[in-house]
């Protein structure tokens, strides 16, 4: 396949076509990155082609937890973009969204760390204390993400000074977000 078939509507290949082009690039096929290049341009291609490594991560926590359990995979997802739509709310800056990420995958690792330990019918001693250990960590890490999230926020929120003497409200303009597109 020297050149992808490409649709002259929208110079795009089709979807058979971009598989075929991640696939070779994925085996060391250098001949297949100047095509995928040209569609990493659009960032949603980025994050489609494997760039989203929070994803990634998400996905694979979710696989390892549900298994071949497609319900809780299925739920599990809906639940995940349910808290990361209302953590971020409706104009997060790029900022935010990172943060989200975070806050959302640190709740994921942390609670696959507890279901995965009470889970297990018995321990010993020393695999306790690791698993007990493992999860301190992932709760420092995921309380750390929420308050990073909440600082972030805090920073953005204009300051009001009320001099009630001088019956003044004064509020000290913080920089608007950059706009999201």
Known sequence: MDKPKQTPATDIPDQKEIMALANRAQAGDKSALPPLRRLMENPEWVDALGGDLAEQTRLALIA???GKNLLVKETLTKKLKLMAAELAGPNPS???RLLVDRVVL???HLHYLEATYTNRDSVTLELGAYYQRC???AQKRYLSAIK???VVRKLTIPMVQVN????????AACPA???VG
Not at 164 to 171: D, E, L, S, T, Y
């Open 64 to 66: 390892k937890y549900t």
């Open 94 to 96: 790029p900022l935010e």
């Open 106 to 108: 640190c709740w994921l």
């Open 135 to 137: 999860i301190s960590a």
């Open 148 to 150: 990073t999230l909440a």
């Open 164 to 171: 009630i003497a001088r019956k003044q409200v004064n509020v």
């Open 177 to 179: 977000p950059p706009p």
